[in-house]
């Protein structure tokens, strides 16, 4: 089961990812990170009021709540470096980027004490050498200075890659995070439901002092919002529940597969085209990614 919901999770992230790109190049990172969350809170209320599960209650105290605030406040920051290098970059090098965080989380994972065998170290180190390949350019710049009929190349960051790497790393922290210290007490879906509000909570606090504009956005985007909204959340409620389930570094790998998700959408209906180095680091990332699972 933990991994028919690892990957239901990446079929999620992968259509709302895609989605996020259009809100973002119309109403900025910002702004659509802070709505779809409104989105995915209000249609999990509805869930969780139907359901019952607020009224059952999943843990006591205060700490398991002050922990899912945490992952939270990881998710606002993590999720907004990502929606800029989806406004910025170019979503076939972004996506598979940022569904390298896995390679963080296992390692926290084995940290904390699961165990994996051989096969899945080696998947780690496939991963990492996979995220830089992917991340850089080798372009001619045929606008610096060079002797005639020669062309000069550099090695250099792909546009919102240097973002895309830090959402990875905020995600691997948060879901190593959520694993082992969030889900186990207090669900999956109420984990996710504290995370929603919080992160909603801390834009909404953050963007005033810092100028951000809160004005409703118009047309049609509301409905890109509304996809990326429910369907990040759905596939973050079956992330969480697989991780209830099974092991953490399981999961997460399997729910990194967004990034294939978002590549393949982003290949048939935008003709985006990337380096064959690049090309090369993104098999490199898929390969560690399902060795890991295997």
């Known amino acids: 089961m933990e991994i028919i919901l690892g990957i239901a999770a990446a079929i999620g992230w992968g259509v709302a990812d895609f989605s996020a790109r259009f809100a973002s190049r119309r109403i900025g990172a910002y702004r659509t990170l802070m709505w779809m969350q ?25 700490h398991p709540w002050a922990f899912a605030v945490v992952a939270g406040l990881i998710n606002s920051a993590s ?14 090098i972004v996506a598979p980027v940022s569904s390298a965080y896995p390679a963080l989380t296992v390692a926290l994972a084995l940290l904390s004490g699961e165990r994996i065998h051989a096969l899945r170290g080696a ?7 996979g995220v830089i390949l ?8 045929s606008n610096r200075a060079a002797p005639k009929g020669e062309h000069l190349s550099s090695a250099h960051v792909s546009t919102g890659a240097g973002w895309a790497i830090l959402a990875a ?4 922290v948060m879901f190593w995070w959520l694993g082992f210290h969030v889900v186990p007490m207090v669900g999956s879906a109420i ?5 929603r509000i919080s992160t909603f909570s801390t834009l909404a ?7 951000r504009t809160f004005r409703l956005p118009r047309g049609s985007v509301w409905g890109l919002l509304a996809v990326v909204g429910l ?13 209830g389930m099974g092991h953490v570094a399981v999961v997460s790998m399997l729910s990194s597969l967004y990034g294939a998700v978002t590549v393949l959408l982003s290949w048939i209906f935008l003709r985006e085209r990337i380096e064959r180095s690049q090309w090369f680091g993104i098999v490199l990332i898929f390969a560690g990614i399902v060795l890991v699972s295997l």
Do not use: K, Q
């Open 123 to 129: 998947a780690l180190a496939i991963t990492f050498v």
């Open 191 to 195: 984990s996710v439901w504290v995370v």
């Open 205 to 211: 606090l953050a963007g005033a002092p810092t100028g």
């Open 79 to 92: 999720s907004l470096a990502l929606y800029h290098s989806f406004e910025v970059g170019v979503m076939s």
């Open 231 to 243: 369907m990040d959340t759905a596939a973050f409620v079956a992330n969480n529940a697989g991780m």
């Open 169 to 172: 790393v905020g995600y691997g």
């Open 134 to 141: 992917a991340a850089l350019s080798f372009t001619s710049n």
């Open 38 to 62: 409104l989105f995915g809170f209000l249609g999990l209320s509805i869930y969780l009021a139907r359901s019952g599960a607020f009224s059952r209650g999943t843990a006591s105290g205060w």
